[in-house]
């Protein structure tokens, strides 16, 4: 039932590790077994699955929703040359990366909203924010330059695999996307002081959120239509990014 992979196989799959590999190969690994699970209920492309011997028995009831495609069983060994997850659960997909547009020409007009991240640069923070993208309905999510590679193993394990939902755009240059975008959306920067608080919007509209560390530039606040503010009412000094994001979306959307 199960494959053996080779020596090549396994240095591929260990390389994947590195962004510019995933980049050129196509390649990227998923791991864990709700985020396999999302893979397979995705429109992207799976090659092959992945396991870990040890753990065959506890994955019993994923295996039928894997047939079909070839299934490598890898030694405890083979398998933490492989693996980010220092909890691993011991399944993996290998996911085909679809093609992501990074130009401002392909960002279609239209209904609904839009996610913008400014260089978001740490990947549990993107994937967090991805999975709420996913819960909350927002289906397009907007890259720019300066963030950290989609495609990272921690992203995808931190979004749970809602990352395969998502309609993503990477790589834009902001200056030149946003008077595109303000022609057709209602554009809402956040910060840390000022600003009004968060609240639905029944309109085609995009939200803005910068780093943690860093926030927004004032470059691109100054062409936002209004920026919104979290109010606080403890003595905290700060939310990470994803306690703030959530915040956003779901007051954004609960209209």
Known sequence: MFLKPSKGQL???AGLDQAKIRRREGFSLAEGIKVVREALR????I???LIRETKARTLEGLLPAMAGKGIYALSDSEWKRISQDKESEGVAALMI??????????????????????QVGNPSNLGAILRSAHWFGVETVLLSEGS???THPKVIRSSMGSLFHLRLFDGLDFRDLLPHLQKSYTLIGTAVRGGVPPHPVDKPSAILLGSESHGLPEFLLDKTDENWCIPRRGDAESLSLPQAAAILLYEWTKG
């Open 11 to 13: 240095k591929f799959l």
């Open 42 to 45: 995705s429109a992207w492309h």
């Open 47 to 49: 090659e092959y699955f």
């Open 97 to 118: 990366l679809p093609s992501v547009p990074s130009s401002r020409k392909d960002v279609p007009e239209g209904e609904g909203r839009r996610l913008l991240l400014y």
């Open 148 to 150: 950290v590679d989609f």
